[in-house]
Every structure is written in C-alpha cells, then in structure tokens.
C-alpha cells in the first residue's frame, strides 16, 4: 500500500503526476483485490462462529447475510496458514488437506468456489476472493461442468503445500470417501449420511467440520443435531438479519417484506422454516418484550411440566389484570433432574402456586409417591388440582388455541431473554392436522399457567398467608387459596 507521504513525495516530482498516481492508485486496488483476505473483519456474529472451541459449528443464517462468505475466509485461513491477529479459532501451523461442496456442482460452482476463487467465469480474476492470488499454486477442473474446479493447491506459510477438494451431495455418499482430511466445510445442510461420512474423514485429525445453512428444508437429522440436541462437541450460531452490518433499517425491512410470510423467519432469522404447520404463525417481535420489574399488585404462577428423558420445564407468569396481559417472565429446562435438583433451580423466583398437569398424579416408579407431591414435598407450593379450565376441562387444542389468541392480540408476552422459549415457540408444529407433542416443555408449563391464572397471587397475598397454618392436603383448589 502507498502511504500518505510517499504520495506527497511523488506530486512534487517534475513529471506527468496525475498519471502516475493514477497508475498507484490501480495498483492499490488490485493488490487490495488479489488478498481480500487481509482485509476481512467478521460482524461479531461471525466472529463468535469462528472462535467457538467445538469440533463441529453450524452458523445458521437468513439468506445474504454473509454465511457463505465468513465460512470461505476461515478456510482460506487455514489452507494458507494466515491468520489475523484478532483470529480465537483452531491454527495450523502446516499445509492441510481440506474437502468442501454443497447441494450440486452447479451450486459448489457458484458458492464454494466463487467465494474461494473468484468469478468462475473470468479466470483472470481468480485470486481475488478469499484465497489470496499470491497463495494460489495450481488448480484442476471439474469434467463436465464449465468453469467448475475439482481441487485448489494453495502454498502454506510453513512452505508445504495445502489442497481443497470440492464436491457436491448430489454425487452421493462415496464420493465423500476421501481418505483421512483435516477439516470440511458444508455450504448449505447435507444429507445425515454425508454429513457423517465428512465427519468420519476427520476422526483422525479431530479437525473441524463446519455447515453454514440458511434453514429451509425445517427441522432435519442435521439441523436437529445441533438445534435440539445440542450434541456434545457441537457449536450452534444463528445469525440474523439484524447483525449483518451491511443493511441499513430501511433495506432490513424492505428484505423481510419481501419474503412470504412463512419463510421470514427462515430467511431472515436463521429459524427452521415449519410452513404452514407451524401451531403460532406468529412473529417472536409481536411477542417479545424487555424485561422489567412486575409490580407487587400483579398476580404471579408458576406452570410446570414434568419430564425425565425429555427435559422437565417451569416457567413463571405475571398477570396485568387490567390489561388482560399475561408476561412469562422466567423459564428453565433441564433433562434428568429430580424433583430436589429442579426445585431448587426454581425456589429462588419466590413462593408462588404452581400449576402442573395430570400426569402429576402418576405415581413415581422409584418412591411409588405420586409426582406432584414430590415436587410439594421439596417445597413448592404445588396447587392442589391438576391443570384445567374454570369448567374442568383441560383440552390441548383449548389451550393452544387461547394462547395463540393471546399472542395475536398482544395478551401474551415474553421476556426477550428466554431465548429457550422462543427455541420451542418456532418448532411447535403439526403433522397431518395434529400438534407434534416434542420439544413442547417450556410451552406445555405455559399452558398450564395460563389454564390456572385465576389461582395466581400476588405479594400482598403471600405475606399474610406466612402467618398461617396452612393445611398438609386442601380438599380443594378454592379452600387452599382461599377462595
């Protein structure tokens, strides 16, 4: 790059110094243009993609958000062996060997390679994408598809010499057979069994192996992997419309209009995409708030959903009773907890009635006690009752359906930071008409605060009642709260 000073230097010379400024300044920008890598400098979602410790990361994004790219800069990264002083993530410091592809040849040609390479249809600017030119050793091409590269050798600072070899889902499991590789990038999702014959490429050198996916096909094994089950040694980053620095308000929103409505989320928040069988059809902004202090005066209840293999799940409900508007206000989710380790990751939100459902009354296979005095017994104020409606009856589809009326109405909100809440939220969906009852924990202890909200009190209600003597067993819901 030219400094400031040379340029100062050179317009004092007695010659043409328009003309060789100019011819600095064309040398600058290709310079520039053949090491974009030196350049990059992640959104700090990005950031967090790259740096996370997991074998396996998946940075699930909207679409042009800069997935594609941030995953071909940090394979650039280690088939040269450049790294940025700011770099957190895994170094090599030797030449790699490296497999990469996405859904077809055509789409590997115009992802994968565009953004490693260059334009595919202009060769004389191959070198200015994230492999920087200098660094570029040699190439072959791909038979029949034009302008397709089959693998990049690129020169590694150590001086050995690094190879990527692209290839595509579409020509099935074995041409993923590579031998032992150091790492492998997904551009968009593979099927489960690329994915894990990828994954088996690298046991050896415990390399890394990474997906950027805008989500569209929903929930599958490999979303799922990291979405849901959060497998050990998996990093799962989503990124959204509103941290891709590139748009201004005005594009983002322009952007989200344009998309129909059951692919916004998809496209612009990196959410699985469910279609028309999703059970809330609803955006999370109508439903998101900030957190803030609940007045005194304003009822409380804790909903409760007992779990064991799938994770048992409490949240806490505040009711504005002049609005009508009930605010889930806390949550938590957790897989094999006993009733003692779960309570007292809920006792600190305060003595407030709990709401729970029927399978409350089954009796536990281990004490033969029944679940819900398991709960009582460790200290929560469990209603007496199970869940239902002010008729008694406590239909799934009832319920459901005075949630979403809630929701499309603004009477149901959600503080902002229960992002578990809203994980659940944007799975829940049918399947041939019927809810799909999984991954409902957080959303089911709702329910059941919400069916219960006329039994919710308030501190004012609670201090008096310290004073009492409170029955071992109420006969009913009304006698133990005092109605």
């Avoid at 030219?2 to 600058?28: G, I, Y």
């Avoid at 700011?86 to 592809?101: C, Y």
């Avoid at 600190?348 to 709960?375: C, M």
Wanted: hydrophobic fraction near 35%.
């Amino acid at each position: 790059m030219t400094s400031p000073d040379l340029r100062s230097v050179l317009s004092s010379l007695p010659f043409d110094r328009s003309t060789l400024l100019t011819q600095l300044q064309t040398l600058e920008e290709r310079l520039t243009a053949e090491n974009r890598l030196a350049d990059y400098r992640p959104y700090p979602k990005q950031a967090e993609f790259h740096s996370a410790p997991a074998r396996e990361r998946m940075l699930m994004a909207g679409n042009q958000l800069g997935k594609t790219l941030s995953a071909s800069m940090e394979t650039a990264m280690h088939l040269t062996g450049q790294y940025p002083e700011w770099w957190k993530g895994k170094r090599f410091d030797r030449s790699v060997r490296w497999l990469a592809g996405s859904e077809s040849s055509e789409l590997t040609r115009k992802g994968v390679q565009r953004l490693l390479l260059g334009p595919p249809e202009n060769r004389a600017e191959w070198g200015t994408a994230a492999i920087p030119k200098a660094s570029i050793v040699s190439y072959s091409m791909r038979q029949g598809v034009p302008d397709a590269v089959s693998t990049i050798n690129v020169r590694h600072v150590s001086g050995g010499i690094s190879s990527i070899q692209l290839q595509s889902y579409d020509q099935g499991r074995t041409k993923w057979q590579a031998d032992t590789v150091d790492g492998i990038w997904f551009d968009e999702e593979p099927p489960e069994d690329i994915y894990f014959e990828g994954l088996t490429r690298t046991n050896t050198t415990v390399g890394p192996v990474y997906v950027t996916l805008t989500p569209l096909l929903g929930i599958s094994n490999v979303v799922k992997r990291y979405y849901l089950d959060r497998a050990d040694g998996t990093h799962l980053t989503i990124m959204t419309i509103d941290d891709a620095e590139h748009y201004t308000a005005e594009q983002r929103a322009q952007i989200i209009a344009s998309y129909p409505e059951h692919e916004r989320e998809a496209r612009t928040r990196g959410i699985p995409q469910l279609g028309s069988g999703r059970v809330f059809p609803v955006s999370q902004s109508m439903l998101r708030c900030q957190a803030f202090a609940i007045p005194d005066h304003w009822p409380r209840i804790g909903g409760l959903d007992f779990g064991w293999d799938h994770p048992s799940a409490a949240v806490l409900v505040a009711w504005d009773r002049d609005a009508d508007c009930l605010y889930v206000t806390a949550a938590h989710r957790a897989r094999e907890a006993t009733p003692a380790m779960f309570t007292a990751a809920v006792r600190p939100w305060g003595e407030w009635p709990w709401a729970w459902p029927h399978d409350g009354l089954q009796h536990d296979k281990g004490s033969g006690e029944q679940l819900a005095n398991l709960y009582r017994t460790q200290g929560l104020k469990m209603l007496p009752v199970r869940a239902t409606f002010e008729d008694g009856t406590n239909g799934l589809e009832a319920g459901v359906a005075d949630m979403l009326d809630r929701m499309q109405t603004g009477r149901l909100k959600v503080f902002a930071h229960l992002e578990e809440w809203f994980e659940e939220f944007e799975l829940y969906h049918r399947k041939d008409g019927l809810i799909v009852k999984e991954h409902d924990d957080l959303l089911s202890a709702t329910r059941y605060a919400l069916m219960m909200r006329r039994f919710a009190k308030t501190k004012l209600d609670l201090k008096p009642a310290r004073a009492r003597v409170i029955p071992d067993m109420p006969t009913s819901a009304n006698s133990w709260m005092g109605g």
